[in-house]
């Protein structure tokens, strides 16, 4: 799928966030849709069929969070990445729970923002086939024979460790809440400071620097992401 096949829908009541958006990602060859509010969204998704959704959660009319409620009832898988203010990590968190692929912060990056949307769109392509063989940087992950090496080297993992990872990489790029992980992980939503022993120790054994990773990384209040390499 190229850029110019791509339709974003831009979902924000702020006029001068509409038009950062259309400038700055019609630059990057996507096709820009725009609705002001939640009805205008709801009848843009169902017209024009868009191929993501740019999420702004403080809409006046109905709030961002029931538009991804109601899309997800219906079963839709359409990407959405939130568009939300930094203070709100709670918003944040009920979003990705709700359905959210991704969100960034605002005021954020043409390139974040474009990397966002890139991870959100390969995504949804991939979520029917996993990929046996994850490789970023030096980190290779073998879902199948379940052998972790970095830098060549294979890296034992406890059980639980492995898990933590194995999750982390099926949806490699997005942010994870610590709710996510722990219900993937654990069945339930145990204490979360389990899930921060066990990504501390993860981090021991396959960051090079464990206290500045550059694999996985922590979101803020939020939970954590995988990164991957350009």
């Given at each position: 799928?190229?850029?110019?096949?791509?339709?974003?829908?831009?979902?924000?009541?702020?006029?001068?966030?509409?038009?950062?958006?259309?400038?700055?990602?019609?630059?990057?060859?996507?096709?820009?849709?725009?609705?002001?509010n939640g009805?205008?969204?709801?009848?843009?998704?169902?017209?024009?069929?868009?191929?993501?959704?740019?999420?702004?959660?403080?809409?006046?009319?109905?709030s961002g969070?029931?538009?991804?409620?109601?899309?997800?009832?219906?079963?839709?898988?359409?990407?959405?990445?939130?568009?939300?203010?930094?203070?709100?990590?709670?918003?944040?968190?009920?979003?990705l729970e709700?359905?959210?692929?991704?969100?960034?912060?605002?005021?954020?990056?043409?390139?974040?923002?474009?990397?966002?949307?890139?991870?959100?769109?390969?995504?949804?392509?991939?979520?029917?086939?996993?990929?046996?063989?994850?490789?970023?940087?030096?980190?290779?992950?073998?879902?199948?024979?379940?052998?972790?090496?970095?830098?060549?080297?294979?890296?034992?993992?406890?059980?639980?460790?492995?898990?933590?990872?194995?999750?982390?990489?099926?949806?490699?790029?997005?942010?994870?809440?610590?709710?996510?992980?722990?219900?993937?992980?654990?069945?339930?939503?145990?204490?979360?400071?389990?899930?921060?022993?066990?990504?501390?120790?993860?981090?021991?054994?396959?960051?090079?620097?464990?206290?500045?990773?550059?694999?996985?990384?922590?979101?803020?209040?939020?939970?954590?992401?995988?990164?991957?390499?350009?």
């Amino acid at each position: 799928m190229t850029n110019a096949s791509v339709k974003i829908l831009v979902v924000d009541d702020e006029a001068p966030i509409r038009k950062l958006l259309r400038v700055g990602l019609s630059t990057q060859g996507y096709n820009l849709l725009e609705a002001e509010n939640g009805r205008a969204a709801i009848e843009q998704v169902r017209v024009m069929q868009p191929d993501l959704i740019l999420l702004d959660l403080g809409l006046p009319d109905i709030s961002g969070h029931e538009l991804l409620r109601r899309w997800r009832d219906e079963g839709s898988e359409l990407p959405v990445v939130i568009l939300s203010s930094r203070t709100d990590e709670r918003g944040i968190v009920e979003a990705l729970e709700l359905g959210a692929d991704d969100y960034v912060t605002k005021p954020f990056g043409m390139n974040e923002l474009v990397a966002r949307i890139r991870v959100a769109l390969r995504h949804r392509l991939q979520q029917h086939g996993e990929r046996p063989v994850f490789e970023t940087g030096g980190l290779s992950v073998d879902l199948v024979k379940r052998i972790v090496k970095v830098d060549g080297n294979e890296i034992k993992l406890s059980p639980k460790e492995y898990e933590i990872l194995r999750v982390l990489v099926q949806h490699a790029g997005k942010a994870l809440t610590h709710r996510f992980l722990l219900e993937r992980v654990w069945g339930d939503t145990t204490d979360v400071q389990y899930l921060r022993v066990y990504v501390r120790q993860l981090r021991q054994k396959i960051e090079r620097l464990p206290d500045q990773p550059q694999y996985i990384i922590t979101e803020t209040g939020v939970g954590y992401r995988l990164k991957e390499m350009e």
